[in-house]
């Protein structure tokens, strides 16, 4: 029942009581003169009246039936009452029996009076007010876009806010509230087609894209949307790093979003990985984060680089011709044999910061599990730039560095060594498993296939197409749930060179320690125990970590480089022979003349660096060494010493080395190499290890013999 005819109901008999008292009255009175019996058949008639009126207005309404009843009962009573005071006139009997019925009838009409919807004779009668239609004072623009939204997802979508970018015509930021019935979520819109279809009902101009990340609350989803296709705008203006000191510690912008946010990564904590099909900005990016490491005064930046080291050539070139005091890059690896080298070095250094006991004091200092890093202990950061020759070269060497990079990766976190990684194609055979998982910081500019985005990024971006826009990618970090859309710096040649120069005197020392742990790693060490082919062995970067020369000759390894940037003529200084020097009676001298005798023999014949050998494995031959021009940046010709501090050979190799040593009598027992090594614990172990890789074997009198191991050194 309506609140208008639940009001009405009790009053009706209450005005039909009071016409009935002013007729009786007016009658008593002789005011007015009734026929006979005129009251009663003007009831009945009334009653019937009423019914007709009451079907026509209510038109089968629900309770029609009740409000008839009552109606017909308030006509009745009324007229019954009026009849009998009029013929009996007034009493007590007569007035409360008038009263006693007006309540009852307004009681009845509120029980029976039921709600009734208008019918026809309702609706011909009842004032026409027109309905005025809803009002939206919303912006028109976020109610448009509120409108495609849901003809797009066919959810009821809420754009709670339109936000213009910093430049309104570029485009705009929409704030939407996801349907929790539906269960949506921003990540399934991340990987559905609803931001190409959006775009494409919003008529966005070719090469527009939106991208949808989280909100600050789950269930939000912001929708970035291009108006104007900013990455397809000229090339950026070419970066202008500044060159004051910096930490690797510190945060620094690497991408920037089409509506002009800066985004920020720090490469102290993680590792890197940078894909990018050729002419896509790969190579540009690289050197913009070089120039960021150029300013960290505790970090130093070893490159792999197997095409002839490219992309440190312009670092390392101000130096080579004598306008800089030192190189930005502090070791680069051109070939298998030095990235081999490069790799374990850095793999010895992480391992001893776990455990050496400055490592430790500066941990328990800053109370934290992560090695701090400053200039007398600098972060080591190896960038490789086209990683995927690493991980697909097929010579020994080869495969060692692209494991050596993974195993740095893992282990090197906490001990501030760090990996860049870069490579042309996002696919399992360049970049492996364990390296991803290990590096949260991922960019990935243009690639050939889209599914490849996703192997580097380690989820979807989403559908947009970044078209043939140099320098544009995507970002994901730990913190960025979502990869987000955004272009790189430019960086030129010229600019490389003056902060090169600006930058050389920022560039710390690799600490004593670190020297130390790096004279320690000898050639069996990068080897991993296997043992070497001639033509490997022979191998410049192998006879120097054989010396203890690993580190400190990394230079004269790259003297026909130097050479070459200096524009000497080289031709025919390739063919100038070898000549390691090390102090006499020195643990160097001792292990390379181990490592020469193991790896030679009397009857060795000369490899030329044109030797197939030497092609294949890469590196400098030992048979060969570009004579050393002085000049401005050239590292100073001559011996050069191994630290102090150096580490003597492992048990294994000196065991190698005293088999080799009995000479003419070719064999010796396991008792004199025990006798010789008592000191050491795993004396049987190592013999055991030797003789399952076929280094060592059994004569018939039991004794050590040179079987396998002594075939393949001829």
Same mark, same amino acid.
């Given at each position: 029942?309506?609140?208008?005819?639940?009001?009405?109901?009790?009053?009706?008999?209450?005005?039909?009581?009071?016409?009935?008292?002013?007729?009786?009255?007016?009658?008593?009175? *002789?005011?007015?003169?009734?026929?006979?019996?005129?009251?009663?058949?003007?009831?009945?008639?009334?009653?019937?009246?009423?019914?007709?009126?009451?079907?026509?207005?209510?038109?089968?309404?629900?309770?029609?039936?009740?409000?008839?009843?009552?109606?017909?009962?308030?006509?009745?009573?009324?007229?019954?009452?009026?009849?009998?005071?009029?013929?009996?006139?007034?009493?007590?009997?007569?007035?409360?029996?008038?009263?006693?019925?007006?309540?009852?009838?307004?009681?009845?009409?509120?029980?029976?009076?039921?709600?009734? *919807?208008?019918?026809?004779?309702?609706?011909?009668?009842?004032?026409?007010?027109?309905?005025?239609?809803?009002?939206?004072?919303?912006?028109?623009?976020?109610?448009?876009?509120?409108?495609?939204?849901?003809?797009?997802?066919?959810?009821?979508?809420?754009?709670?806010?339109?936000?213009?970018?910093?430049?309104?015509?570029?485009?705009?930021?929409?704030?939407?509230?996801?349907?929790?019935?539906?269960?949506?979520? #921003?990540?399934?819109?991340?990987?559905?087609?609803?931001?190409?279809?959006?775009?494409?009902?919003?008529?966005?101009?070719?090469?527009?894209?939106?991208?949808?990340?989280?909100?600050?609350?789950?269930?939000?989803?912001?929708?970035?949307?291009?108006?104007?296709?900013?990455?397809?705008?000229?090339?950026?203006?070419?970066?202008?790093?500044?060159?004051?000191?910096?930490?690797?510690?510190?945060?620094?912008?690497?991408?920037?979003?089409?509506?002009?946010?800066?985004?920020?990564?720090?490469?102290?904590?993680?590792?890197?990985?940078?894909?990018?099909?050729?002419?896509?900005?790969?190579?540009?990016?690289?050197?913009?984060?070089?120039?960021?490491?150029?300013?960290?005064?505790?970090?130093?930046?070893?490159?792999?680089?197997?095409?002839?080291?490219?992309?440190?050539?312009?670092?390392?070139?101000?130096?080579?011709?004598?306008?800089?005091?030192?190189?930005?890059?502090?070791? #680069?690896?051109?070939?298998?044999?030095?990235?081999?080298?490069?790799?374990?070095?850095?793999?010895?250094?992480?391992?001893?910061?776990?455990?050496?006991?400055?490592?430790?004091?500066?941990?328990?200092?800053?109370?934290?599990?992560?090695?701090?890093?400053?200039?007398?202990?600098?972060?080591?950061?190896?960038?490789?730039?086209?990683?995927?020759?690493?991980?697909?070269?097929?010579?020994?060497?080869?495969?060692?560095?692209?494991?050596?990079?993974?195993?740095?990766?893992?282990?090197?976190?906490?001990?501030?060594?760090? #990996?860049?990684?870069?490579?042309?194609?996002?696919?399992?055979?360049?970049?492996?498993?364990?390296?991803?998982?290990?590096?949260?910081?991922?960019?990935?500019?243009?690639?050939?296939?889209?599914?490849?985005?996703?192997?580097?990024?380690?989820?979807?971006?989403?559908?947009?197409?970044?078209?043939?826009?140099?320098?544009?990618?995507?970002?994901?970090?730990?913190?960025?749930?979502?990869?987000?859309?955004?272009?790189?710096?430019?960086?030129?040649?010229?600019?490389?060179?003056?902060?090169?120069?600006?930058?050389?005197?920022?560039?710390?020392?690799?600490?004593?320690?670190?020297?130390?742990?790096?004279?320690?790693?000898?050639?069996?060490?990068?080897?991993?125990?296997?043992?070497?082919?001639?033509?490997?062995?022979?191998?410049?970067?192998?006879?120097?970590?054989?010396?203890?020369?690993?580190?400190?000759?990394?230079?004269?390894?790259?003297?026909?480089?130097?050479?070459?940037?200096?524009?000497?003529?080289?031709?025919?200084?390739?063919?100038?022979?070898?000549?390691?020097?090390?102090?006499?009676?020195?643990?160097?001298?001792?292990?390379?003349?181990?490592?020469?005798?193991?790896?030679?023999?009397?009857?060795?014949?000369?490899?030329?660096?044109?030797?197939?050998?030497?092609?294949?494995?890469?590196?400098?031959?030992?048979?060969?060494?570009?004579?050393?021009?002085?000049?401005?940046?050239?590292?100073?010709?001559?011996?050069?010493?191994?630290?102090?501090?150096?580490?003597?050979?492992?048990?294994?190799?000196?065991?190698?080395?005293?088999?080799?040593?009995?000479?003419?009598?070719?064999?010796?027992?396991?008792?004199?190499?025990?006798?010789?090594?008592?000191?050491?614990?795993?004396?049987?172990?190592?013999?055991?290890?030797?003789?399952?890789?076929?280094?060592?074997?059994?004569?018939?009198?039991?004794?050590?013999?040179?079987?396998?191991?002594?075939?393949?050194?001829?």
């Amino acid at each position: 029942m309506s609140t208008e005819q639940g009001t009405r109901a009790p009053l009706v008999p209450i005005f039909a009581a009071l016409l009935a008292v002013a007729l009786v009255v007016a009658d008593r009175l *002789a005011l007015v003169s009734f026929p006979a019996l005129a009251l009663p058949v003007v009831a009945v008639l009334g009653a019937l009246l009423a019914v007709v009126i009451t079907l026509l207005q209510e038109n089968g309404a629900p309770g029609w039936a009740r409000v008839v009843v009552h109606r017909v009962a308030v006509l009745l009573a009324v007229g019954a009452w009026a009849t009998w005071c009029d013929v009996a006139g007034w009493s007590g009997a007569t007035v409360l029996s008038g009263l006693g019925g007006t309540v009852a009838l307004a009681f009845l009409g509120a029980v029976c009076q039921a709600p009734a *919807a208008q019918g026809t004779w309702a609706a011909a009668n009842a004032p026409q007010t027109p309905e005025a239609p809803p009002v939206d004072w919303r912006d028109p623009a976020l109610v448009r876009w509120e409108k495609l939204l849901r003809s797009v997802t066919k959810q009821s979508v809420v754009v709670e806010a339109a936000r213009p970018w910093d430049n309104p015509d570029d485009g705009l930021q929409l704030v939407v509230a996801l349907p929790a019935e539906q269960g949506t979520t #921003v990540d399934d819109l991340v990987k559905s087609s609803v931001p190409a279809r959006l775009a494409a009902a919003a008529r966005l101009p070719k090469g527009c894209a939106i991208q949808v990340t989280e909100g600050d609350q789950q269930g939000i989803a912001v929708f970035d949307v291009m108006l104007r296709n900013v990455l397809a705008d000229d090339s950026p203006d070419v970066h202008e790093e500044p060159t004051s000191a910096a930490s690797i510690n510190d945060q620094f912008p690497i991408l920037t979003t089409p509506r002009g946010q800066l985004l920020t990564i720090c490469l102290r904590i993680y590792s890197m990985i940078v894909g990018g099909t050729t002419g896509s900005g790969k190579t540009t990016l690289l050197h913009r984060l070089i120039m960021w490491l150029a300013r960290c005064t505790d970090a130093l930046v070893w490159v792999i680089d197997l095409n002839g080291g490219g992309v440190a050539e312009p670092w390392v070139n101000p130096w080579a011709n004598g306008r800089a005091d030192r190189p930005v890059v502090d070791w #680069v690896a051109d070939n298998e044999a030095e990235a081999a080298v490069m790799v374990a070095v850095a793999g010895a250094i992480a391992r001893d910061r776990k455990t050496n006991p400055e490592a430790a004091r500066r941990k328990r200092t800053a109370n934290s599990f992560v090695l701090p890093v400053d200039a007398q202990l600098p972060a080591i950061v190896v960038l490789t730039d086209e990683g995927g020759e690493v991980r697909q070269a097929v010579s020994l060497l080869g495969q060692l560095a692209g494991k050596g990079v993974t195993r740095l990766a893992q282990i090197g976190r906490a001990e501030g060594v760090r #990996v860049i990684m870069s490579v042309l194609r996002g696919t399992s055979d360049l970049t492996d498993k364990g390296l991803r998982v290990n590096a949260a910081l991922r960019l990935c500019l243009r690639m050939e296939e889209h599914d490849e985005y996703s192997h580097v990024l380690g989820v979807s971006p989403g559908k947009t197409d970044l078209g043939a826009t140099m320098g544009a990618g995507y970002l994901k970090t730990a913190e960025l749930s979502q990869p987000v859309l955004g272009r790189t710096v430019n960086v030129d040649l010229a600019g490389i060179e003056r902060h090169a120069r600006a930058t050389a005197q920022l560039r710390p020392d690799l600490d004593q320690r670190g020297q130390a742990v790096a004279a320690a790693v000898t050639a069996r060490t990068v080897l991993e125990g296997k043992e070497p082919t001639v033509e490997l062995a022979r191998l410049r970067p192998l006879v120097d970590a054989a010396a203890g020369r690993a580190y400190s000759a990394r230079w004269e390894r790259y003297a026909v480089k130097l050479a070459a940037m200096r524009g000497e003529e080289i031709g025919d200084q390739a063919d100038q022979p070898v000549a390691v020097t090390t102090p006499a009676g020195s643990a160097a001298t001792s292990a390379l003349d181990s490592w020469v005798a193991a790896v030679s023999g009397p009857a060795a014949q000369p490899e030329t660096p044109d030797s197939p050998a030497a092609a294949t494995a890469g590196g400098n031959v030992i048979q060969f060494r570009p004579r050393v021009v002085q000049g401005a940046g050239q590292p100073v010709a001559g011996p050069q010493t191994a630290p102090a501090t150096a580490v003597p050979d492992t048990a294994r190799e000196q065991i190698l080395a005293l088999l080799l040593d009995a000479g003419a009598e070719g064999v010796t027992t396991s008792e004199v190499i025990r006798r010789e090594f008592a000191a050491r614990s795993r004396v049987t172990g190592l013999l055991k290890e030797l003789r399952e890789s076929g280094a060592i074997g059994y004569n018939v009198a039991g004794r050590n013999v040179l079987a396998k191991y002594a075939q393949q050194i001829g």
